[in-house]
């Protein structure tokens, strides 16, 4: 794999990272009610839809190694683009159920010579 490929792959990662230290011990209510925090989760999963979104230019073999690698970058052109209509239960759904799977796939792409 290019190097330029596993830097963005570890921008992807260190956002992950980020992301759950962000959110630990929070709930959907301090996201709605904390407009740092709203804006810090937000920033990073721009980070994240744009890395993916230059990684997948650099190699596009890698868009099936990573699950939903489109609507990962479709959803940070919503944050950046239509940012008055995101919906704060989707964006904490996809902080439970989703972020984990992507740090998981990322990390062991990350392992690939």
């Known amino acids: 794999m ?6 963005h ?7 992950t990272v980020l992301l759950g230290r962000f959110v630990a011990g929070k709930c959907v209510d301090d996201y ?5 925090l709203s804006s810090a989760i937000e920033r990073q999963f721009e980070v994240i839809g744009e890395a993916l979104n230059r990684l997948l230019r650099l190699d596009s073999s890698l868009e ?11 959803f940070r ?3 950046i ?4 209509v995101v919906d704060e239960n989707v964006v904490w759904d996809i902080l439970e159920r989703k972020l ?3 740090r998981k796939e990322v990390e062991q ?4 010579p």
């Open 100 to 102: 984990p799977v992507l």
């Open 109 to 112: 792409l990350l392992q690939t």
């Open 32 to 36: 709605r009610a904390d407009p740092m």
């Open 64 to 74: 099936s190694r990573i699950t939903d690698a489109r609507r990962i970058i479709d």
């Open 9 to 15: 792959l570890e921008d992807v990662r260190q956002a």
């Open 81 to 84: 683009h239509a940012y008055d």
């Open 77 to 79: 052109n919503v944050l």
């Open 2 to 7: 290019r190097l330029e490929a596993k830097k």
